[in-house]
Nanobody, 119 residues
Framework: QVQLVESGGGLVQPGGSLRLSCAAS????????MGWYRQAPGKQRELVAR???????NYAHSVKGRFTISRDNAKNTMYLQMNSLKPEDTAAYYC?????????????WGQGTQVTVSS
């Protein structure tokens, strides 16, 4: 069964950097487009960065130029390098396939990793 485990979140000051990791199992990782999603309190979950199976990337306007998504298919791992972090980047960050991995009645989500940007 699919398992996506996010790590690397934490508390960082504005302007700082973090690198998130996503370890995937139970899927043919190299064949799937993958994405980083985030959900801030009171807001809907949003896709902030996407990487295709062929490593083409797309970014939400709000993070373009600051975040970099990458993948290592040999390690079944995806990364999100986040630079120049802003308080509005504060959210729980999740990795998933794009579109999100379907289950019988809903969509799979892992536990996520919290990113807090605050002075």
């Amino acid at each position: 069964q699919v398992q996506l485990v996010e790590s690397g979140g934490g508390l960082v000051q504005p302007g700082g950097s973090l690198r998130l990791s996503c370890a995937a199992s139970g899927i043919i990782f190299s064949s799937n487009a993958m994405g980083w999603y985030r959900q801030a309190p009171g807001k809907q979950r949003e896709l902030v960065a996407r990487i295709s199976s062929g490593c083409s990337t797309n970014y939400a306007h709000s993070v373009k130029g600051r975040f970099t998504i990458s993948r290592d298919n040999a390690k079944n791992t995806m990364y999100l390098q986040m630079n120049s972090l802003k308080p509005e980047d504060t959210a729980a960050y999740y990795c998933n396939t794009d579109p999100p991995w379907p289950r019988l009645r809903d969509v799979y989500w892992g536990q996520g990793t919290q990113v807090t940007v605050s002075s």
